[in-house]
């Protein structure tokens, strides 16, 4: 087996990294503490402020992947016996729930079922029915589902009821235009390696004003060190010498992808995934198998689709893997073994990619005896893209 | 200014790193559910073994830098109302315990002061002082002193009182032979940027069984879902799909640098350390300059050095780093201002480098007023060499 062949990821992330990314990673280490790369980190800051479309001054990524980046959003601001909403429609709604009873907090789920979002109207009767409530957790974007949530009605009330709202933005940021002030999200948070564009390592991160007071008012120090959001900010400031040994490595990756973000502009970057991802959608019809995120929901980067009765999940996986080299994902929490998860993400949403991986299902599943027109799905996606 | 230049790291960390290091890491990067990747993380952990000493089978490398490694040990076992004895011989010591406190627990220090070690008998004097205490934690190289810190008859005395002993080594592993099983250390965490030779972004880190039990016997859930040493554990063993994103980027450079550890050998890659350190001290006292980590307890990869009277701190490193694009470190906690500190480390630990930095330093300080005679620190360090 030859070791670390050249995979096409077409999964829910990681994503194929644009060659200029792999390039700014490739250059020398320098230290952490060395001038030039502090000043870096702050022209990073500055343009994380632009994808995320904020003026925090708290925006900086974490040394870790997405999951960090959930991890410092909760354990920053929560604190034991703390009452937490958090909307689940899919895994990554649930494994939030779970670490905040982890860090000690009372959860109330709300919950219309998987693949479901939330409705402004289930926060509202959540908020009326509990105490005090210091967060509302939502994923913005649901990877597990393909489903987006829409934050800004939910921010007025969470706010009327002066609690924080606190946002997963793992697979929206790069790839949508996001606007962290305007929505009015308290806390958003993303990882790299979906629209972004590097390989997994960093979670940006950007607290507004109103979370950094609740941060600053908090009883007991913040159980982390790693994650503590106001040195890490602080570090990347400037104004703190040492934090933790920041790679440069992983940064100036993230750095050149950001760049590569504003070359192309944000607008310019959400319509090409909104596109793409039409495109697939309409040759995944055509071949005969439906999408199973909600119509008028769904995002452009990933899309879930119904694996068809009689089909092995894992054999057209492994056959995607071994004869085309390819990968997309599987299911994750109430859909595993339902779904495959197919993104078009970043340096990844490209018309030869929805062409190729819709060639290849068409193939292996026609193999497998399902029945489809041979040439229907490429030919709609072609005519959704022109 | 010339954006990232090749900085010579001749500091506590980052470390120069091997170019093929850097070009296992530019491979394209793969999924973090691929088969493939995860047969690799599986090569990796047998590799991890080798480095550490140890046929721990929960031994893996977590997806951050050296912090992230010491929150690991910690956040797994520590429970809030917990006793830890912490022992403090330098600014590691003291984050440690900072950690502990963090997350709950009552701390008990034991410390001769900053660059002196912890005794046998004191943490014996402690352990009798005390209740029932968790566990006992030590740093085995301090790298704010230069300090190697003995650990195997502590273990002795840790375990006859029934308590875990959990140490630090990240500027130990891959620079010294390090016995985890021998030395019974039941939690051993490293980074992967100093001895080991790769940027930072990963900690390496190992739990005997006596600790395993510990985290299952929690009475309270682990409050860390990315830090959650069971669960990654599980996913480094293939035993569960998914637990983060795990960078093939970073963990293919890991294995890579630990690779070339294994080539090389324990023992060579020791005695190199070993070699370089003395070569550089000699050459540094031949200066008229002073060691200032503790005769007898000193570390080949990294020497502190007592910034003389009339010499001030950052104009030197600054001017290293402008006219000979070289870092050292500076002095953290009571010796900032007071030492500099120079790493030879990994890749970095050469008689060339060792040369450079006398020869840079001799440069420096004459031309800010030190007295030596020129050359002399060469010609030591060359004898020294031979």
Redesign the interface.
């Known amino acids: 087996?030859v070791?670390?062949?050249?995979?096409l990821?077409l999964?829910p992330?990681?994503s194929?990294?644009d060659p200029r990314v792999?390039q700014a990673?490739?250059?020398?280490?320098?230290?952490?503490?060395?001038?030039?790369f502090v000043s870096?980190l702050g022209n990073t800051s500055e343009l994380l402020r632009h994808v995320f479309g904020t003026k925090n001054r708290a925006t900086f990524a974490v040394?870790?992947?997405?999951?960090?980046g959930?991890?410092t959003a909760l354990?920053n601001v929560i604190e034991p016996g703390d009452t937490v909403i958090v909307g689940v429609s899919g895994f990554f709604g649930v494994?939030a729930e779970?670490?905040c009873?982890?860090?000690?907090a009372e959860t109330i789920v709300v919950s219309n079922g998987f693949g479901l979002p939330v409705e402004t109207i289930d926060i509202r009767s959540a908020l009326e029915d509990s105490g005090d409530v210091k967060a509302v957790f939502l994923v913005s974007a649901e990877t597990s589902v393909g489903l987006r949530q829409p934050l800004q009605d939910i921010a007025e009330v969470v706010h009327e009821f002066d609690s924080l709202l606190i946002s997963d933005m793992v697979t929206l940021l790069g790839g949508a235009v996001v606007k962290v002030d305007e929505w009015e999200v308290d806390i958003a948070y993303s990882?790299s390696?979906k629209c972004i564009g590097t390989?997994?390592?960093s979670a940006p991160i950007t607290f507004s004003p109103r979370a950094v007071e609740a941060i600053e008012q908090r009883k007991s120090?913040?159980?982390?060190?790693?994650?503590n959001a106001l040195e890490i900010s602080a570090y990347w400031a400037g104004e703190l010498p040492?934090h933790?040994?920041?790679?440069?490595?992983?940064m100036?990756g993230l750095k050149k992808a950001l760049e590569l973000i504003k070359d192309e502009g944000l607008n310019n970057r959400a319509q090409r995934h909104e596109i793409h991802g039409a495109a697939l959608r309409s040759g995944v019809e055509a071949m005969g198998l439906s999408v199973a995120s909600l119509e008028g929901r769904r995002l452009g980067m990933l899309t879930p689709i119904n694996i068809p009765e009689g089909i092995d999940d894992k054999d057209v996986r492994s056959a995607l893997?071994e004869e085309y080299n390819t990968?997309i994902?599987g299911g994750?929490g109430d859909w595993a073994g339902k779904v495959w998860r197919i993104g078009l993400m970043g340096y990844g949403s490209t018309p030869a990619n929805v062409l190729h991986i819709l060639n290849a299902l068409e193939h292996l599943l026609s193999e497998r005896g399902h029945k489809c027109e041979r040439g229907s799905a490429t030919a709609a996606a072609t005519q959704s893209l022109s």
Request: a negative charge; glycine letters at 14%; hydrophobic letters at 30%.
């Open positions: 087996m070791e670390n062949p050249a995979r990821l999964g992330g990681p194929p990294v792999t990673m490739s250059t020398p280490v320098i230290g952490h503490m060395d001038p030039m870096d040394s870790g992947t997405g999951f960090s959930m991890e354990v494994k779970e670490l009873r982890r860090l000690g990882g390696q390989p997994p390592g120090p913040v159980p982390s060190w790693y994650l040492y933790h040994t920041c790679s440069s490595t992983v100036y893997l990968e994902g994750l």
